[in-house]
């Protein structure tokens, strides 16, 4: 006979039997697969042979890898800094307008909810050595004979995605900060303004303190996102000029759909796993430390 | 009254209303379903036409035909998916290294007695086209049609500054010099090098003119000769790098951009399928007139073309009809069916059976490139047979790579050939050819 105890925990239990069901099947397993496929030399149509940590020591070892690995950081590293510091300054605007305030916003929303795609086709017009709107521009203002090798140059092809991503993800922080900026008391503000502080210490000493997890948190999303991105590089350069702009996901490609090497192409995508778990350990401890 | 005598007129009321709803199956209802997976070309009028082939030859076998198509982009992503859950179509278009891919996998049924009902009809297969279908004396696909790479090039230009059309790989640089140095062209030389098809296609081109083929006649590994190699890699390099004929922005073009490229009037020249006349042509181009093609170049070990984008039919053997699928492709390549479908392809499909080759058809002088451009071409792995490792190669763009690390990370042309040379023996260590 079940105790009332016993019984509530059975009905626990059953309630949240889908959810968990639906997370291992769309998660876990996944996951765990790609994670055991990276360990194994997988060739498209043949079984999988185990063979431990070989794919990781040899990607470790091959000088491709090792440029990928660093464009994907500096893809990453750089798309973030400036997402944050463009999502910050959109919120701070947003804040402050008072008439027009949903359309500015839903205006600003827009690159954010464009499909991808779209988006890298149109930095690629829109940089085109002959047709680009932007050279086109910059020649006709008379600032550049030639048109510029946005795409061609190797370290303007990198600013070059860089530059379309930030596009495409600045809207998600400044959304999400414009939330967060919503639930700082105006008290605080009116407190720092009887002491006398300044724009710039009320923002460093009110607004950054008050919302700093959300900031944690868009960060964190966004850098897995980024560092996952697949569409922006492979429109826009295909990983070049040479792998100039080669990163971890269109690496993965390579290896596992165009040479068919599934083992290898998985680890290589789980590369920035150690990377992208530490971040998520970070700031879930931060967070739950503020909660304390 | 009993629930019986009350259901009785419902249940005739439901008889006569399904009879008349339902849809009539017809006198030539299909006996069961097959899949066809095409390539989508940049000939919208010729797929249609294929199109309509195909569903007349599956009616023909009592089949009702489901078409997917796939671009050169995703097919393989379309093809891994589908090699994996063994969902593979019934009939299978594939490019190039399909068939040797599929066929080592064992996943291509024997197709030799469709080959033998087609030969009958348009005669011997190419032996070039061969190389991509045949392996260990039976054919596992059927040749379909070769799209030829060839050299776009602006006659007009050339008239202006006095020169004649290039045969050779360095009398490309020098024009592109003279052209640069008129001021009619910054960036003349159009030539990509990147992961595209107008990368890889002239990059096997341009080493095996050189005499730098990495596999011996049976297709082992024999590795990359460097002298060669370094000189073919200096001539077109030194366009990037020394003479800047050549932009970088190239090295990032999509397949398309080329075309756009030379249609907008920016370079001179450029290689690419003909679709960029079938473009000039259904848009009524002002540059149609000064468009002209050329059999891409030769080099000091001759003229040693690639014939990369060349299409064949397979039969995957995970379809469980496989004698009508089999009687379909027989049907699409059947003399009436082909002839309809090659002269409405606007010079894209290029036949590789003998007797086509010799039709009216291609009696124009682009024509004629075309169709030589095609006779004279190798498969990939020349010259060798195609082999999963030399797909490889192609596919990991080893050979454009080698040419970028040059021009992009300034390696000498010494290290990048010692590098992909590194990168091909890896690759045939693991698909050691059989």
């Given at each position: 006979m079940l105790t009332d105890r016993h019984r509530e925990q059975l009905l626990g239990y059953t309630m949240i039997a889908p959810v968990a069901i639906f997370l291992a099947a769309l998660v876990a397993y996944p996951f765990l697969s790609a994670i055991y496929l990276s360990l194994t030399?997988?060739?498209?149509?043949?079984?999988?042979?185990?063979?431990?940590?070989?794919?990781?020591?040899?990607?470790?070892?091959?000088?491709?890898?090792?440029?990928?690995?660093?464009?994907?950081?500096?893809?990453?590293?750089?798309?973030?800094?400036?997402?944050?510091?463009?999502?910050?300054?959109?919120?701070?605007?947003?804040?402050?307008?008072?008439?027009?305030?949903?359309?500015?916003?839903?205006?600003?929303?827009?690159?954010?909810?464009?499909?991808?795609?779209?988006?890298?086709?149109?930095?690629?017009?829109?940089?085109?050595?002959?047709?680009?709107?932007?050279?086109?521009?910059?020649?006709?203002?008379?600032?550049?004979?030639?048109?510029?090798?946005?795409?061609?140059?190797p370290s303007l092809a990198m600013l070059s995605v860089v530059m379309a991503n930030i596009w495409r993800g600045f809207p998600f922080f400044g959304v999400s900060f414009l939330a967060a900026l919503q639930t700082v008391p105006q008290e605080l503000y009116d407190a720092a303004d009887v002491d006398g502080a300044g724009s710039w210490q009320k923002f460093w000493r009110i607004t950054l303190p008050s919302i700093k997890s959300v900031v944690a948190v868009v960060t964190l999303l966004s850098t897995i996102v980024t560092l996952n991105d697949f569409n922006i590089v492979f429109i826009m350069t295909r990983g070049g000029p040479g792998a100039a702009t080669h990163i971890f996901a269109t690496y993965s490609y390579e290896l596992g759909i165009m040479s068919q090497r599934w083992g290898v192409a998985m680890a290589a995508s789980m590369a920035s796993l150690p990377l992208v778990a530490l971040l998520i350990v970070g700031v879930v401890r931060y967070l739950h430390r503020e909660e304390e | 009254m009993s629930t019986l005598t009350r259901l009785t007129p419902l249940a005739v009321l439901l008889i006569v209303v399904v009879a008349l709803v339902a849809p009539d199956p017809g006198p030539t209802a299909a006996a069961g379903k097959l899949s066809l997976w095409r390539l989508k070309t940049y000939i919208p009028p010729a797929d249609k036409i294929l199109d309509a082939n195909a569903q007349e030859c599956a009616k023909k076998a009592g089949m009702e035909l489901a078409i997917q198509t796939y671009t050169f982009d995703d097919m393989w992503t379309k093809y891994t998916a589908a090699i994996e859950s063994k969902t593979l179509p019934d009939i299978a278009e594939l490019d190039a290294?399909?068939?040797?891919?599929?066929?080592?996998?064992?996943?291509?049924?024997?197709?030799?007695?469709?080959?033998?009902?087609?030969?009958?009809?348009?005669?011997?297969?190419?032996?070039?086209?061969?190389?991509?279908?045949?392996?260990?004396?039976?054919?596992?696909?059927?040749?379909?049609?070769?799209?030829?790479?060839?050299?776009?090039?602006?006659?007009?230009?050339?008239?202006?500054?006095?020169?004649?059309?290039?045969?050779?790989?360095?009398?490309?640089?020098?024009?592109?010099?003279?052209?640069?140095?008129?001021?009619?062209?910054?960036?003349?030389?159009?030539?990509?090098?990147?992961?595209?098809?107008?990368?890889?296609?002239?990059?096997?081109?341009?080493?095996?003119?050189?005499?730098?083929?990495?596999?011996?006649?049976?297709?082992?590994?024999?590795?990359?000769?460097?002298?060669?190699?370094?000189?073919?890699?200096?001539?077109?390099?030194?366009?990037?790098?020394?003479?800047?004929?050549?932009?970088?922005?190239?090295?990032?073009?999509?397949?398309?951009t080329n075309n756009e490229s030379f249609m907008a009037g920016k370079i001179t020249f450029t290689p690419n399928g003909p679709s960029i006349l079938f473009q000039e042509e259904s848009n009524k181009h002002p540059l149609q007139k000064d468009t002209a093609i050329k059999l891409m170049p030769k080099g000091p070990a001759g003229r040693n073309l690639a014939l990369t984008f060349v299409m064949n039919w397979g039969v995957p053997v995970d379809g469980k009809q496989q004698k009508e699928a089999k009687a379909v492709v027989g049907c699409i390549m059947s003399r009436t069916q082909w002839m309809k479908y090659m002269t409405g392809s606007f010079q894209q499909a290029v036949p590789l059976f003998a007797r086509p080759l010799d039709d009216p058809y291609w009696n124009t002088p682009n024509g004629k490139t075309i169709v030589e451009t095609v006779k004279l071409g190798?498969?990939?792995?020349?010259?060798?047979?195609?082999?999963?490792?030399?797909?490889?190669?192609?596919?990991?763009?080893?050979?454009?790579?080698?040419?970028?690390?040059?021009?992009?990370?300034?390696?000498?042309?010494?290290?990048?050939?010692?590098?992909?040379?590194?990168?091909?023996?890896?690759?045939?260590?693991?698909?050691?050819?059989?």
């Amino acid at each position: 006979m079940l105790t009332d105890r016993h019984r509530e925990q059975l009905l626990g239990y059953t309630m949240i039997a889908p959810v968990a069901i639906f997370l291992a099947a769309l998660v876990a397993y996944p996951f765990l697969s790609a994670i055991y496929l990276s360990l194994t030399e997988k060739i498209v149509g043949y079984p999988a042979h185990f063979v431990g940590l070989r794919n990781y020591a040899n990607l470790l070892d091959s000088g491709r890898f090792r440029i990928v690995a660093w464009n994907s950081a500096v893809f990453t590293v750089a798309s973030i800094a400036v997402k944050l510091v463009i999502g910050m300054a959109m919120a701070l605007a947003l804040h402050q307008v008072v008439r027009g305030n949903q359309f500015i916003r839903g205006i600003l929303l827009l690159p954010w909810i464009i499909p991808t795609v779209v988006i890298a086709l149109t930095w690629k017009w829109l940089l085109d050595l002959f047709r680009g709107l932007v050279n086109v521009t910059l020649i006709d203002v008379g600032v550049v004979k030639s048109g510029v090798h946005w795409l061609g140059d190797p370290s303007l092809a990198m600013l070059s995605v860089v530059m379309a991503n930030i596009w495409r993800g600045f809207p998600f922080f400044g959304v999400s900060f414009l939330a967060a900026l919503q639930t700082v008391p105006q008290e605080l503000y009116d407190a720092a303004d009887v002491d006398g502080a300044g724009s710039w210490q009320k923002f460093w000493r009110i607004t950054l303190p008050s919302i700093k997890s959300v900031v944690a948190v868009v960060t964190l999303l966004s850098t897995i996102v980024t560092l996952n991105d697949f569409n922006i590089v492979f429109i826009m350069t295909r990983g070049g000029p040479g792998a100039a702009t080669h990163i971890f996901a269109t690496y993965s490609y390579e290896l596992g759909i165009m040479s068919q090497r599934w083992g290898v192409a998985m680890a290589a995508s789980m590369a920035s796993l150690p990377l992208v778990a530490l971040l998520i350990v970070g700031v879930v401890r931060y967070l739950h430390r503020e909660e304390e | 009254m009993s629930t019986l005598t009350r259901l009785t007129p419902l249940a005739v009321l439901l008889i006569v209303v399904v009879a008349l709803v339902a849809p009539d199956p017809g006198p030539t209802a299909a006996a069961g379903k097959l899949s066809l997976w095409r390539l989508k070309t940049y000939i919208p009028p010729a797929d249609k036409i294929l199109d309509a082939n195909a569903q007349e030859c599956a009616k023909k076998a009592g089949m009702e035909l489901a078409i997917q198509t796939y671009t050169f982009d995703d097919m393989w992503t379309k093809y891994t998916a589908a090699i994996e859950s063994k969902t593979l179509p019934d009939i299978a278009e594939l490019d190039a290294v399909g068939p040797a891919r599929l066929a080592n996998l064992g996943r291509l049924s024997d197709m030799s007695d469709v080959v033998g009902g087609v030969t009958k009809e348009l005669g011997p297969i190419l032996a070039n086209a061969e190389g991509a279908v045949k392996f260990g004396g039976k054919y596992y696909a059927v040749p379909h049609y070769g799209i030829p790479l060839v050299l776009f090039y602006r006659k007009d230009i050339l008239e202006k500054i006095g020169a004649e059309p290039p045969d050779t790989w360095e009398a490309i640089q020098q024009i592109s010099q003279k052209v640069k140095q008129a001021g009619i062209h910054d960036f003349p030389n159009g030539f990509p090098w990147n992961r595209t098809g107008d990368g890889y296609d002239p990059a096997m081109s341009l080493l095996w003119s050189y005499g730098a083929a990495w596999v011996d006649k049976s297709g082992k590994f024999t590795g990359i000769p460097k002298g060669p190699a370094v000189q073919a890699l200096k001539v077109v390099t030194s366009a990037y790098l020394v003479d800047k004929t050549a932009a970088f922005d190239y090295l990032s073009w999509s397949g398309s951009t080329n075309n756009e490229s030379f249609m907008a009037g920016k370079i001179t020249f450029t290689p690419n399928g003909p679709s960029i006349l079938f473009q000039e042509e259904s848009n009524k181009h002002p540059l149609q007139k000064d468009t002209a093609i050329k059999l891409m170049p030769k080099g000091p070990a001759g003229r040693n073309l690639a014939l990369t984008f060349v299409m064949n039919w397979g039969v995957p053997v995970d379809g469980k009809q496989q004698k009508e699928a089999k009687a379909v492709v027989g049907c699409i390549m059947s003399r009436t069916q082909w002839m309809k479908y090659m002269t409405g392809s606007f010079q894209q499909a290029v036949p590789l059976f003998a007797r086509p080759l010799d039709d009216p058809y291609w009696n124009t002088p682009n024509g004629k490139t075309i169709v030589e451009t095609v006779k004279l071409g190798h498969p990939v792995g020349w010259p060798g047979p195609t082999t999963p490792a030399a797909a490889e190669v192609v596919s990991s763009n080893v050979l454009t790579d080698m040419i970028t690390q040059v021009i992009v990370d300034k390696v000498t042309p010494e290290a990048a050939v010692d590098e992909a040379n590194k990168r091909i023996k890896e690759i045939y260590d693991r698909l050691p050819v059989k």
